[in-house]
């Protein structure tokens, strides 16, 4: 396997700036950034919900989870690549088929939801619902990144913005699986009487 990083520290990020795949320099404080910090910390949410697995009091009834949280941790990475490298396509629209499959198949295994549920209710319901409001944010900056206009985003546009909304959809999914394995119940809101 070909070595991809083979230095951590260069000291060229020390005046606030950062390289980008075609070589040129940009804010830290860049949109660009930004949505790229916004994933990798959306991917590493989802790797601490993952390693909450192994403290699971019946870990082999998570495997579907995990096998599906692992992947989506993959095309994280992916799209990372395809909006720091845009002429290079990482995503398509088979992903977006998958996690909504993912989506669909999951869902039919939980009881309807009549009311907005609170996030919580268990460990490992929160720590989703987190990953859910942190893909949603990355989903929101990634539209001001297409916005912007400042790299090209057919593909982004056309494959990224739908998996990442489609992201958020399934983490919240994942969560109400947690709490049926849990047998807890959901915190139902309760609207306040004025």
């Known amino acids: ?3 991809r990083i083979s230095k951590v520290v260069t000291k060229t990020g020390d005046d606030g700036t950062t390289g980008l795949a075609n070589g040129s320099r940009i804010s830290k404080n860049h949109i660009l950034i930004h949505v790229l910090g916004e994933i990798d910390e959306l991917n590493s949410s989802l790797g601490l919900l993952l390693s909450e697995f192994e403290n ?3 870990p082999q009834e998570l ?3 995990k096998k599906i949280l692992t992947s989506v941790q993959h095309e994280l990475f ?3 690549g395809e909006i720091s490298m845009p002429d290079v396509e990482l995503m398509s629209n088979k992903q977006i ?3 909504t499959k993912d989506i669909e198949n999951l869902n039919e295994k939980l009881p309807p939801l009549r009311e907005f549920i609170l996030p919580g209710g268990s460990r490992l319901s929160s720590l989703t619902h987190v990953s859910r409001t942190l893909a949603r944010r990355a989903e929101r900056n990634l539209v001001g990144l297409i916005e912007a206009d400042f790299v090209e985003t057919n ?7 739908p998996y990442l909304n489609r992201l958020s959809d399934l983490l919240f999914v994942v969560a109400r699986c947690f709490m049926k394995n849990k047998k807890n119940e959901n915190v139902f809101w309760e609207k306040s009487s004025l």
């Open 78 to 80: 992916n799209l990372g």
């Open 97 to 99: 088929l998958e996690i």
């Open 63 to 65: 495997t579907e989870l």
């Open 56 to 58: 699971s009091e019946k």
């Open 155 to 161: 593909n982004i546009k056309k494959n990224g913005l």
């Open 1 to 3: 396997m070909k070595t």
